[in-house]
């Protein structure tokens, strides 16, 4: 069993939906090609609620630290695309080792791939960092934990981890090859029909050169994606969800 989470989203004193389109992705594509691992997405905000308290947000935790205990994955994949979920991210990590420390982590997303030294700095609890684009890596990680291996003993392209207090981290590699990508798979949700609203991603990348946003650091140039994908992936959003 491989989770990954899509973890709460804190803006501004309240706490904001989060959709896990990037889950969706990576976890299409290991499941395309790893077809007996089990995976399964997990939303907080949509599968445990919304929290509007400090005793709301303990019951989250609660419920989803209940599921995990039974579930008992090999490993746990997070997501953190924004600096408003990466405090969130370092509790729901030290909150899972306090409990199963055996249990391999490791985060993607925007924030982790730029500020992973933060990370690090703020917690032991991550195994794992993955940089730049999921799939590649995320995919050789559970490779590798399904054969019961440590991927940081692998040395994964675009993973940075943590030793002894020392950062290692291993080449950079090539973007990913948007022709290779997986239609997306709901079933990966635990409530596709749940999702009044589910983002899609046309392309990967921005035409425009803003100063303040990270996408240009991630990926400098935009890239359509294929055709054919789009036409999968819409035809099968109307089938199963809403």
């Not at 005793?55 to 994955?73: F, G, S, T, W």
């Not at 799939?135 to 399904?146: K, R, T, W």
């Amino acid at each position: 069993m491989i989770l990954l989470i899509e973890p709460l989203s804190k803006n501004v004193g309240m706490y904001v939906p989060a959709y896990p389109l990037p889950l969706l992705e990576i976890g299409s594509f290991i499941k395309a090609n790893l077809p007996e691992a089990d995976i399964r997405i997990i939303s907080l905000p949509m599968d445990y609620g919304l929290p509007l308290s400090r005793a709301a947000k303990n019951r989250v935790y609660r419920e989803l630290m209940q599921d995990i205990l039974e579930l008992k994955p090999k490993g746990i994949g997070i997501s953190c695309t924004a600096i408003s979920q990466a405090e969130e991210v370092v509790d729901l990590c030290n909150l899972i080792k306090a409990k199963i420390p055996e249990t391999f982590i490791f985060l993607g997303g925007y924030f982790p791939t730029i500020y992973y030294e933060e990370i690090f700095s703020r917690t032991s609890s991550v195994d794992l960092v993955v940089v730049g684009e999921g799939e590649i890596p995320a995919l050789q990680i559970i490779e590798l934990l399904e054969k019961g291996e440590d991927p940081k003993s692998a040395r994964i392209p675009s993973t940075v981890w943590q030793r002894n207090g020392h950062i290692h981290a291993t080449p950079k590699d090539r973007r990913f090859d948007l022709k290779k990508k997986a239609c997306l798979d709901l079933s990966l949700l635990t409530s596709p029909k749940a999702y009044g609203v589910l983002p899609y991603a046309f392309s990967r990348g921005c035409p425009h050169k803003c100063s303040f946003c990270l996408e240009d650091l991630i990926r400098p140039t935009r890239r359509k994606e294929p055709i054919d994908i789009i036409r999968k992936d819409l035809t099968n959003l109307l089938e199963q969800s809403n």
